[in-house]
């Protein structure tokens, strides 16, 4: 499956502002190929330029369309969007179950209504299947951009079909238990000298807690010169006090 077999295709939108804001979700997630079908604002629209932010690109090479038998004509399966169940003869699916209707080299068109009604029962008659995005049933509108945007991100993860993996740029490496335990017994001996660990039969009990605290959290070479300083400075504040 390829990003460039998968054709979005806007169906009388109203808003320029949020055929911008599909254009920008469709380049978040690697997908070009979009096609408006009787856009009811102005076109070109410039309020769909200044949404678009870094993805007027696809508004350029988009493609405009007099109806929607011509904007799916060239495609192999059609997806419908829908926000509620429809009286027609036709399958009703998940947006979590798109991958599975969708086979390797098949051009996929997802269709998308304009933004007050949705889609026309006849405008649906073209549509291999109708996709629900499950949401709270007293409240299951959806912005267009935003619906699209679930799309998007459905069809990234199976087109990609990897997992994804990011590594901090962090730079300090992990405090050694030696380094920790210094620092520990460091905040003891701060602790008795302020008889903060009494009773003394709760003595022992109190630093296995302190001791969990700050072992269990993995604290940088860093972090630990960045606690000393910390409590070092409180110990000189409450000196001078």
Not at 42 to 58: H, R
Request: charged share 20%; glycine share 4%.
């Amino acid at each position: 499956m390829s990003f460039k077999n998968i054709y979005f295709i806007l169906v009388r939108p109203q808003l320029g502002e949020n055929i911008g804001s599909v254009a920008r979700a469709l380049k978040n997630f690697n997908l070009s190929k979009l096609r408006i079908v009787n856009p009811r604002c102005d076109w070109p629209n410039q309020k769909a330029l200044a949404t678009s932010v870094g993805a007027k690109n696809i508004l350029k090479s988009s493609t405009i369309c007099n109806s929607v038998e011509q904007s799916v004509g060239d495609l192999d399966i059609i997806f419908a969007t829908t926000s509620r169940i429809r009286k027609v003869n036709k399958k009703i699916i998940s947006i979590l179950d798109l991958k599975k209707k969708i086979k390797k080299k098949q051009k996929v068109g997802i269709i998308f209504g304009p933004e007050a009604s949705g889609l026309s029962n006849n405008e649906l008659n073209c549509a291999d299947y109708l996709v629900k995005i499950p949401t709270n049933k007293k409240f299951s509108s959806l912005n267009l951009s935003h619906s699209v945007i679930l799309f998007c991100f459905q069809l990234f993860q199976f087109v990609s079909n990897k997992k994804f993996i990011y590594n901090s740029n962090y730079k300090s490496i992990a405090a050694t238990k030696s380094e920790v335990n210094k620092f520990l017994n460091f905040i003891i001996y701060g602790l008795d000298k302020k008889g903060f660990l009494q009773p003394n039969h709760k003595r022992q009990s109190m630093i296995r807690n302190i001791n969990n605290i700050f072992h269990r959290i993995n604290l940088s070479e860093q972090e630990i010169r960045i606690l000393l300083g910390i409590f070092s400075t409180l110990n000189e504040f409450n000196k001078k006090s």
